[in-house]
């Protein structure tokens, strides 16, 4: 088992975290292999910069978590994220940790990959 650690569009990073988006397509430079662990940063292209939310933003069995929880049962969101927060590197941005359990290169692009992704997890968010 590897650990990769990867950016996260932040339009897709509340997908992921919610299990509305269970999978990733990546470019396979990484030779990743079913029980791997991915570590995903919240990115933005459009300032390439890493990201971050505000307070309260994540909900946890109705339960706000503060900055570096633990978090194994995301339910919801407790509103719409719109407003995210440039920080300067990637120990700063939001991160979630996601289990692959499943990998095909089926009518993909030539070296890339589908890599099917559970056991998300949310690993750490900043408090403002």
Same mark, same amino acid.
């Given at each position: 088992m590897k650990i990769h650690k990867i950016k996260e569009n932040i339009k897709y990073f509340a997908d992921v975290l919610t299990g509305v988006k269970t999978f990733e397509i990546r470019k396979n430079d990484r030779d990743y292999e079913v029980g791997d662990i991915l570590i995903m940063s919240a990115w933005t292209n459009d300032t390439e910069k890493y990201q971050?939310?505000?307070?309260?933003t994540y909900l946890?069995?109705?339960t706000i978590h503060s900055e570096k929880s633990l978090l194994s049962d995301v339910k919801y969101i407790d509103?719409?994220?719109?407003?995210y927060f440039p920080?300067?590197?990637? $120990? %700063?941005?939001?991160?979630?940790q996601a289990?692959?359990?499943?990998?095909t290169d089926f $009518? %993909?692009?030539e070296g890339y990959v589908v890599l099917g992704i559970s056991d998300v997890k949310l690993?750490?968010?900043k408090m403002t």
């Open positions: 971050t939310w505000g307070k309260g946890a069995l109705g509103e719409p994220i719109s407003d920080v300067s590197d990637v $120990e %700063q941005a939001d991160k979630i289990k692959i359990i499943y990998m $009518e %993909q692009k690993l750490s968010f």
